[in-house]
């Protein structure tokens, strides 16, 4: 399955660094036919001239740079944009901040050969961790997912997770213009349109670890317009 791994980046330099050959590693040793697609919204600290530096290096890579900082939804729909124009079957969504381990890949791409097509990488089933987590931030996790769980009646033990994998030709069965959310809250939107399709979805447990470096984008402000936005979406889908 040829698979596309799309990464949205603001002021992740030093963690792209070291994440995309630990991606070009696993994509070698697994044997998945796999490239990565960087969105990076104009990064002041340059890691889009750094994706540009390491797609010369290696390949396989697909720089979109963006002229602001439009929300790490937005950022999303534009790379699944490129990656079902170039005919990509499987698409991943992952974290540029080393929080998703690359080892997982392979057993996204398996899981959408079996004929899924949402499988979310999920850290409240069994097998899945958070082992850098204080207990505060379990517990608003927590929280957080039993409420957007709640209010879209979903299935999903993990709506919020970010690091999941589509089925091209089920993704492109939803007009992404439509879409409304361009913040953290775009995926809870998809599992809840994924769901009210009925898609074949499934949770594979993944280990979820503390950003390598840098500063988190989710502040309490982005916690906030989340919530909010979470609340707007489950009136009106």
């Keep these: 399955m040829k698979t596309a791994i799309i990464i949205p980046t603001y002021n992740e330099r030093e963690n792209l660094q070291g994440l995309v050959p630990q991606i070009l590693a696993v994509l070698n040793a697994s044997g998945v036919d796999g490239s990565i697609i960087i969105v990076d919204d104009s990064s002041p600290d340059g890691t889009g001239d750094l994706a540009k530096e390491l797609s010369a290096k290696h390949g396989r890579i697909i720089v979109i740079t963006r002229d602001a900082k439009l929300g790490i939804g937005s950022a999303y729909k534009d790379g699944f944009r490129t990656a079902l124009s170039l005919g990509f079957e499987g698409l991943i969504e992952m974290d540029a901040d080393g929080s998703h381990n690359p080892r997982f890949i392979p057993a996204f791409v398996e899981k959408l050969e079996e004929g899924y097509e949402l499988v979310i990488g999920s850290r409240y089933i069994p097998g899945g961790k958070t082992p850098d987590w204080p207990l505060t931030r379990r517990i608003i996790s927590k929280t957080t997912g039993f409420f957007t769980r709640f209010l879209f009646g979903l299935k ?30 775009f995926q809870v939107e998809m599992v809840a349109l994924c769901e009210k399709r009925r898609f074949r979805v499934c949770e594979i447990p993944i280990e979820f670890v503390d950003r390598w470096g840098g500063k988190s984008k989710l502040s309490g402000m982005e916690y906030i317009r989340f919530m909010k936005a979470v609340l707007r979406l489950a009136f009106t889908m």
């Design 156 to 185: 999903t033990r993990d709506p919020t997770s970010g690091f999941r994998a589509y089925r091209a030709t089920a993704l492109s069965s939803i007009d992404l213009s439509k879409v409304a959310s361009n913040g953290y809250a």
